[in-house]
């Protein structure tokens, strides 16, 4: 009796095993929504709207994009987090909602470690501090003696609360002995439109979205996270130049699926961005926002992620960073 229940058990487990791998093969056979989890005009935005379209001719179903803003990326994130493993609900990974966030805020929703499973990193992209023109310095020293003259008199632009834009701000903060105060947006696209307007005189921001407001002369960038100086802005120091290392890292852009999405659709998906990443045409729309191509494996992004993640912590834990 015993027996016969156990071969019964073991025939079940066969059963939904050889379906669910029929069920991989035959993915996607609808529409795949991809989730950014900021508001439109940011980077995530941008890198999410290059990839979308070639990347459902690819796949051969509609890839959609949809914007759902709010808490730094967290409310999005945690949307993606919750979502079916069936690779129809996929979420853009920033740095913001996998790293920096989950370092800063107890209160997230969320284990980055495991409730996510990482798919591909689209892009590295440089970051920037940009002032308004009206502000009375255009260079690095002259922004940082301004600012150490009138402390409190100035505050700053970020893509949300416990962002990169934040974080790495309130690190800079830190190490300089500046104060501005944060302003959050629901993600850089606001955040611009404001500065821009002068509304807020400076702002953190990820290169690709603050890029053609500096070739405009409507911003005025003051230096860079980037490993050397960028062909976009070659009199623009990097933060490693003026001495502040720690504040020189990059942002990312991935995709991520909510934990337990089945490898056959993992790497479908992972094999299709990275098709699309060989177009030169795609590429060449990367680079040219000041971003550097990636595409790696499911593997390497969930230890980018990881990695990512622990420096964020260490900042936070060595320059007692809060939320406020
Ligand atoms: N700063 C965010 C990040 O890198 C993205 C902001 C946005 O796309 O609006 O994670």
Not at 41 to 52: H, K, N, P
Not at 252 to 270: A, F, M, T
């Amino acid at each position: 009796m015993k027996r016969r229940s156990l071969v019964s058990a073991a025939g079940l487990a066969v059963t939904v095993l050889a379906s669910g791998s029929v069920w991989a093969q035959a993915y996607p056979n609808k529409t795949i929504k991809l989730q950014v989890p900021f508001a439109p005009g940011g980077t995530t935005d941008i890198v999410a709207r290059v990839i979308a379209e070639p990347l459902g001719k690819v796949m051969g179903q509609s890839v959609i994009v949809e914007n759902k803003a709010g808490g730094g990326g967290v409310v999005g994130a945690s949307e993606t987090m919750r979502a079916a493993p069936d690779g129809y609900s996929l979420g853009m990974a920033t740095v913001s909602t996998t790293a920096a966030n989950p370092a800063i805020n107890p209160k997230i929703p969320y284990n980055v470690l495991t409730d996510f499973t990482p798919i591909i990193n689209i892009a590295a992209t440089p970051n920037v501090i940009a002032v308004h023109p009206s502000f009375p310095a255009k260079d690095y020293a002259g922004f940082l003696a301004e600012l150490k003259k009138n402390p409190g008199k100035y505050s700053y632009a970020s893509s949300g609360t416990g962002g990169i834009g934040h974080l790495q701000t309130e690190l800079w903060k830190s190490l300089t002995g500046v104060f501005i105060a944060h302003i959050p947006y629901r993600g850089a696209g606001p955040a611009l439109n404001d500065t821009v307007a002068g509304q807020v005189p400076i702002i953190f921001d990820n290169l690709p979205s603050a890029l053609p407001f500096i070739r405009s002369g409507r911003l005025v960038p003051i230096v860079v996270a980037a490993p050397q100086r960028l062909a976009q802005l070659p009199n623009v120091p990097t933060f490693k130049e003026v001495g502040l290392e720690p504040v020189n890292r990059m942002a990312y852009y991935g995709i991520l699926g909510p934990k337990n999405l089945p490898k056959e659709v993992v790497d479908k998906i992972s094999e299709g961005v990275r098709k699309v990443l060989q177009d030169p045409a795609v590429s060449k729309r990367i680079n040219d926002t000041g971003s550097l191509v990636v595409g790696n494996s499911p593997q390497e992004f969930a230890a980018q992620m990881k990695a990512e993640f622990e420096v964020y912590k260490k900042v936070v834990d060595q320059q007692k960073l809060k939320l406020d």
